[in-house]
């Protein structure tokens, strides 16, 4: 008998909720990066599961107002709201496999173990060792 219940059966799930254009290929761009798997999807929204505890990521679908945050801040520009962190082990290894993926790489980058990316609809989100 686990002491641990089920994570299907907790009532204490958490989320990060992003937006973009297309969320269902922000949602699988995502997916890959991370092994996740999609959850659920439909016209509205893509949410992953993240395979364990009880945390998940939600790309909704945005309307055609949405701008992408600039990174870095310009004035007068969508400021980055937040921006999601992964650790990887082999830093340009997973760099150049998110590059495959779709992300593309910042010009900014302000520190020599931390790369900052965009995802597919222009979310800035950072890889580091």
Avoid: N
Wanted: aromatic share 10%.
């Amino acid at each position: 008998m686990s002491l641990t219940p089920d994570r299907w059966q907790r009532h204490d799930w958490w989320g990060v909720v992003i937006e973009a254009p297309d969320h269902r290929a922000v949602g699988r761009f995502y997916a890959a990066l991370r092994g996740w798997t999609v959850h659920h999807e439909d016209d509205e929204d893509c949410v992953l599961d993240v395979g364990e505890g009880v945390a998940y990521l939600t790309v909704q679908r945005a309307d055609a107002s949405y701008e992408p945050p600039a990174w870095p801040a310009e004035k007068g520009r969508q400021r980055m709201m937040l921006h999601l962190d992964f650790e990887v082990t082999d830093l340009e290894g997973e760099v150049t496999r998110a590059l495959g993926l779709g992300a593309t790489l910042a010009e900014h980058q302000p520190q020599d173990d931390v790369r900052v990316l965009l995802d597919p609809a222009g979310h800035p989100f950072c890889l580091y060792a």
